[in-house]
């Protein structure tokens, strides 16, 4: 295992265990005892990966590396996710972990980049700002992440979470331009079958395209006409219920494709985290609400270990 991935698969346990049935009572209590367990404090909580390499920054990049933070408590003036974030420490230490270095403060912020005229302009990764206070100025930022949503830390007793983005005051895009419109068709995953649909569709859903490729793989493997003794159809293996509530045609690759990153997507913001988003993908939501966390059935967690590995070698 790679620093990248041991860092990535740290901080998956922390959100595992801050998601766990049995909590302490104060949030940041819970958050910072998961944190000190798995060895992220202080610092080094907030350091690059062990390679000392960033990781290249793009929208998918962005938005994955921010949904890494998910449940993390807020704590003003907060930088090190070991102990809580604000608003702009979330945004700074997210495009930092990507080698794109920001001002502290949103409002410090809110001139980095360039303008984005309005949201239905805006691309995963942009900065969404906004004026709450009373006195006039930029006083709140969150990272956009597509359809009307953004991931912020919002306001002391909350934590960095998935909401509605709103009406944003300013819109800023600092990302580099060939990053921001997104990978050429194929990117990674160029030999993998289907893999300009995972891009494209990873695009418009702010889902990592390796995941929407190993889903694809675990589940048919990669065979569009696939159907299952329990009666799902196509790549990515929709009930056909699931298929009509999402307006999926499961037999039809590109439907199927867009269907499965629209639904991993809304999945990833109900429950925070990838796995369980995978894990609701393959038991069903209510199953994993019921449990809390992953279901104590070999199939899934076989599932979801699986998927996790397969979309780290497409990557």
């Not at 949030?27 to 798995?38: G, V």
């Not at 070991?82 to 990507?98: E, M, R, T, W």
């Not at 303008?115 to 969150?142: E, N, Q, T």
């Amino acid at each position: 295992m790679d620093g990248l991935t041991a860092v990535h698969s740290r901080i998956s346990e922390i959100q595992s265990r801050f998601l766990a049935p049995v909590r302490p009572t104060s949030t940041t209590a819970a958050w910072a005892s998961a944190a000190s367990a798995a060895g992220l404090t202080g610092a080094g909580a907030t350091a690059s990966p062990a390679t000392g390499t960033a990781s290249p920054a793009s929208e998918q990049a962005v938005v994955s590396e921010a949904r890494k933070y998910l449940g993390v408590p807020y704590l003003w003036g907060g930088t090190d996710p070991a102990k809580g974030l604000d608003c702009s420490g979330f945004v700074q230490l997210v495009y930092g972990n990507l080698g794109v270095d920001l001002p502290r403060t949103s409002a410090q912020q809110a001139t980095a980049g360039t303008a984005v005229a309005s949201l239905d302009s805006a691309r995963p990764g942009d900065l969404v700002f906004f004026d709450h206070s009373s006195r006039p100025g930029i006083d709140h930022v969150g990272i956009y992440i597509g359809e009307g949503k953004m991931i912020a830390a919002p306001q002391a007793g909350e934590t960095v979470k998935v909401q509605d983005v709103g009406s944003p005051t300013v819109i800023r895009r600092v990302l580099p331009a060939q990053a921001a419109a997104g990978t050429a068709p194929g990117g990674s995953l160029a030999g993998v079958p289907y893999a300009d649909l995972f891009t494209a569709a990873g695009a418009r859903h702010a889902v990592d395209p390796a995941l929407l490729a190993a889903v694809a793989s675990q589940e048919s493997g990669f065979n569009a006409s696939a159907v299952s003794s329990a009666g799902a159809q196509g790549l990515m293996q929709f009930m056909p219920a699931t298929a009509r509530g999402l307006g999926v045609n499961a037999l039809d690759p590109a439907s199927a494709i867009d269907g499965a990153a629209r639904y991993l997507s809304q999945l990833s913001g109900q429950f925070g985290s990838t796995e369980l988003a995978l894990a609701a993908y393959n038991a069903g939501p209510g199953t994993v609400r019921r449990h809390d966390g992953i279901p104590p059935y070999p199939e899934t967690q076989n599932y979801v270990r699986a998927v996790m590995s397969k979309a780290e070698s497409y990557r």
